[in-house]
């Protein structure tokens, strides 16, 4: 006789799958770092056409975490990641998974008292964003800044890891306005 879960499981668990999922005996950084040696000059990312290799990325993780470990981050240290998928969001995501912090990813389509309290509830110590989203960031941050949450703010530019406008294909050229906000230095 089953029981109520596997009961409920069975019935909405996909039949070409295993009931059992083994967990990797691998870090997500592990992983990094393995297909970094194994491919290092093979694309992870292709962002308006620059491409950004594992080894690439690799080294710019290890950059970044040491940085944010100078700035007194330790294992365990919560930051926030209030960004679109960008190859930004994964190399800050890596940099953080490598000294053993955590990620804690919210929507960038959240508005200031949202982010606020996302960051709050976390114990983030710090937001990390694209300059367009800099003043919601900035506000959150003021909102909490008796609480000692987030009471710093790291800003990327989408442009940082893209080809220039005119070494893209015709159809893959964002307008000049679009080409402008990714440009945008907050």
Not at 24 to 53: C, M, Q, V
């Amino acid at each position: 006789m089953t029981s109520a879960p596997d009961t409920m499981q069975n019935k909405f668990w996909p039949k070409a799958l295993p009931a059992v999922i083994p967990v990797p005996e691998t870090s997500i950084w592990a992983n990094l770092d393995i297909s970094a040696r194994r491919y290092p000059h093979k694309a992870a990312y292709l962002f308006f056409g620059k491409p950004l290799t594992y080894g690439q990325l690799h080294a710019d993780a290890i950059k970044l975490s040491n940085w944010l470990q100078s700035e007194g981050f330790e294992k365990g240290d919560r930051l926030c990641l209030y960004a679109q998928n960008t190859p930004a969001f994964a190399l800050v995501f890596y940099a953080v998974l490598r000294f053993g912090g955590v990620i804690v990813p919210v929507n960038p389509m959240c508005k200031a008292d949202e982010l606020a309290y996302f960051v709050q509830d976390a114990g983030c110590k710090m937001i990390c964003c694209p300059s367009d989203l800099l003043p919601m960031a900035s506000k959150a941050r003021e909102i909490n800044a008796s609480e000692g949450h987030a009471t710093r703010i790291m800003a990327f530019r989408y442009a940082d890891h893209m080809a220039p406008r005119a070494e893209l294909p015709k159809d893959e050229q964002p307008s000049a306005e679009v080409y402008a906000w990714l440009h945008d230095d907050g």
